[in-house]
C-alpha cells in the first residue's frame, strides 16, 4: 500500500495545493495517466470541503492511497453533512461538483472522521484496471 497525505487549511488555496499533491504523487508513482481523473476529484472535494467548512480553525485532510488496482483519494473536514449529488440547470455556475465525482469515480462515499474528531471523510476510489470492452 503506497499513502501520500497532508493537512491543509479550509481556504480556496489548499484546492490547488491538494491537486498538485496528488498530481506531483501520481507521477511518484508511475501513474500519470491517471493523474487528470483525480485532479479532477480532488478539486471538487476540497472545494466542497471548503466551501461547507463548520470552522476556519478545522484543518482539511487530503489523503491519497493506492491498495493494488484502486486509487483512493479522500477528504476529511469538520462538517457532518454528507454531500448530495445535484443537477445543475444549465444557468447555473455551481452545483456540479459531486456530480463530476460520481461520473469519474468507480465508487464514492461518506464515513465518519476518526473517533473523537467532528465531521466526516468523503472518499472516491478509481480503478487502476480497464473496464471490459473499455479501451485503455
Do not use: C, Y
Not at 18 to 37: G, N, Q, S
Not at 51 to 77: I, K, N, P, S
Not at 122 to 136: F, H, I, K, N, S
Request: aromatic share 4%.
Amino acid at each position: 500500500m503506497l499513502t501520500a497525505a497532508k493537512d491543509f487549511p479550509p481556504v480556496s488555496a489548499s484546492v490547488t495545493a491538494a491537486r498538485l499533491l496528488v498530481e506531483a504523487t501520481l507521477r511518484l508513482w508511475h501513474l500519470p495517466d491517471h493523474a487528470l481523473d483525480m485532479a479532477i476529484i480532488t478539486d471538487e472535494l476540497v472545494a466542497n470541503a471548503v466551501q461547507h467548512a463548520r470552522a476556519a480553525t478545522t484543518l482539511l485532510t487530503v489523503r491519497l492511497t493506492r491498495l493494488g488496482d484502486v486509487l483512493r483519494v479522500e477528504v476529511g473536514d469538520g462538517d457532518p453533512s454528507p454531500p448530495r449529488v445535484l443537477r445543475a440547470e444549465v444557468s447555473d455556475v455551481g452545483h456540479r461538483g459531486m456530480f463530476f465525482v460520481e461520473r469519474i469515480a468507480t465508487r464514492w462515499g461518506v464515513s465518519p472522521r476518526a473517533e473523537g474528531a467532528e465531521g466526516k471523510v468523503v472518499w472516491a476510489e478509481v480503478d487502476l484496471t480497464p473496464a471490459p470492452g473499455r479501451a485503455q
